[in-house]
């Protein structure tokens, strides 16, 4: 007998997310990416978003069914391409989640204006437990490189965390918007921070 799907997440969401969803454009969906038990599934739709929301196993997602404004996809992430066509989306959320070879394929799949908002464990986390192979761990900057030339960077962290547990983690917030500002030289406009 299988276990019945929690109600609510296992965890809170994460406050990186939390703190720069706010920079997510409210007029079309977030994709929560590995949405698992739909921690982040949960904050968007409290903070009014579209959010389809995709993974493997969608039992954790279970509870949300038929919720307005939400989407819930079950997809091979890994083993097939991914099932959003030319969709594009205003937000992309990925947390404690690593599958190389989609990378590039999100940067793809941002609506211009569209953020990027991901966290997950780095190189270096080994010695706090799992994840510990080189497969499922950041290498530095490699979040950085991965939107170099494509998005503009509004937060970046590497290093490590105490909390919700010990780790190495590394962090990402960058913006689909590479558009020059005349007063600044030619850079982009920059981005309002969240407070944290």
């Not at 609510?8 to 969906?29: C, E, H, N, T």
Request: charge should be neutral.
């Amino acid at each position: 007998m299988s276990a019945s799907p929690p109600s609510v997440p296992s965890q809170p969401p994460s406050p990186w997310v939390a703190r720069f969803a706010a920079l997510i454009p409210a007029d079309g969906a977030v994709l929560d990416l590995a949405a698992g038990n739909g921690r982040h599934t949960r904050l968007l739709l409290e903070r009014g978003r579209r959010v389809v929301a995709a993974d493997l196993d969608t039992r954790g997602l279970a509870d949300l069914a038929g919720t307005p404004g939400l989407e819930i996809v079950k997809a091979d992430l890994e083993g097939a391409p991914l099932p959003f066509g030319h969709r594009r989306f205003t937000g992309i959320v990925v947390t404690n989640y690593l599958h190389r070879p989609l990378l590039p394929r999100l940067r793809d799949l941002l609506a211009p204006g569209g953020v990027l908002i991901y966290e997950t464990f780095a190189q270096g986390n080994q010695r706090f437990g799992r994840p510990s192979t080189h497969a499922y761990l950041l290498k530095a900057g490699e979040l950085l490189d991965l939107v170099r030339g494509h998005l503009q960077v509004v937060a970046y962290e590497h290093g490590e965390v105490a909390t919700p547990k010990a780790a190495v983690m590394q962090r990402l917030c960058a913006v689909a918007d590479l558009t020059p500002d005349a007063e600044l030289d030619g850079s982009p406009r920059p981005y309002p921070l969240p407070l944290a």
